[in-house]
């Protein structure tokens, strides 16, 4: 049999079809594992209190405003004669109660409160929630139904996010610099590398082979600004804000996180709160006091959790962050 007369051609071939089957597959596995990360959640964690069961004595209305293809599903809460909203930007999967027991405290000190369940969240639509950028979207998308609703017209407004939704609120700020102020608990910079960190920590060097097509899964979903720095956004501003963070955080490690370096930051009017008591210190955990973070840590099932020792708030840490608001209405 004639040996081939291109063995340098055929070889070729054969690397350009292993290099494309190999991309192909790492596509489809990154599209996989996004959405294995990022499902249709309940937004109700069995240690959060529903508005039925804490019974508070604020009133709220639901509203909706569309996110995409979605119809996203909220609650406004009006205070009498409003010093401000805040905008309380959940973390991934978190719903519309998540953050109750501060809205309630919220009302009470005269501000009017609005917040959702993301998309895929809930009772919001969406067959995933898609990934931690989606909560930067559901925000810009309830910012354009304030402004063409007129709903809150002539309120100041300020952000109030933890986690996915402390990124949301820091990178709003370089788009909408009438946003008053905003307070971003456990806050990362960019998504992506968050993303790569914890995958490397579970699979090693093959989160290093992945990552190309993990930043590229982001850009198909999410478009050029997928992996976009909040850390810049809110050097690009001058506006109020109050970075908290924890120093046992492993969701959101040092390296990646807002309150990494605070004095590096160039906006002038950047403070930092960095929460090095145990059990306040770790993601989820720095609005409550000393008593429900240690309860909520120790909790060997969620399910069978004290409500209200879980959810007790630290007063100190409201006092900062009312303080906060309000200093940057009247400054």
């Not at 093959?206 to 720095?229: K, M, R, T, V």
């Not at 590096?264 to 930092?272: A, D």
Request: net charge negative.
């Amino acid at each position: 049999m004639a040996k081939s007369k291109h063995p340098v051609k055929k070889a070729v071939c054969i690397a350009l079809c292993a290099l494309l089957l190999y991309g192909a597959v790492s596509m489809l596995a990154s599209a996989v594992v996004f959405r294995a990360l990022f499902p249709k959640r309940s937004g109700l964690s069995p240690l959060h209190y529903t508005y039925e069961e804490l019974q508070p004595d604020v009133s709220r209305e639901p509203f909706a405003f569309p996110s995409g293809r979605n119809m996203l599903s909220g609650f406004r809460y009006d205070a009498g004669d409003p010093r401000g909203l805040i905008v309380v930007v959940n973390g991934i999967g978190d719903g519309a109660d998540a953050h109750l027991p501060e809205i309630v405290e919220f009302v009470h000190a005269g501000w009017s409160v609005v917040t959702w369940d993301a998309t895929g969240v809930g009772k919001s639509e969406g067959a995933w929630s898609k990934g931690l950028q989606q909560i930067r979207r559901d925000l810009a998308a309830f910012w354009e139904y304030r402004t063409v609703s007129k709903a809150w017209d002539g309120l100041p407004v300020v952000l109030y996010g933890h986690s996915a939704g402390a990124y949301a609120a820091a990178t709003a700020l370089k788009d909408h610099p009438e946003i008053c102020a905003a307070v971003c608990i456990a806050g990362f910079d960019r998504p992506v590398p968050l993303m790569y960190g914890h995958a490397k920590a579970r699979v090693g060097v093959l989160a290093d082979i992945q990552y190309p097509f993990l930043a590229l899964e982001s850009f198909l979903l999410f478009g050029a600004d997928a992996n976009d720095s909040a850390r810049e956004a809110i050097d690009a501003a001058v506006t109020p804000v109050l970075i908290v963070g924890g120093d046992s955080d492993d969701l959101v490690p040092y390296e990646n996180s807002l309150i990494r370096d605070p004095e590096q930051y160039r906006n002038p009017n950047v403070k930092s709160l960095l929460i090095t008591s145990p059990y306040r210190s770790e993601h989820s955990t720095p609005w409550l006091s000393a008593g429900a973070a240690r309860y909520r840590c120790e909790l060997a099932d969620p399910n069978d959790a004290n409500k209200a020792l879980a959810n007790e708030l630290d007063p100190a840490f409201l006092e900062t962050v009312l303080r906060f608001f309000g200093d940057a209405l009247h400054r």
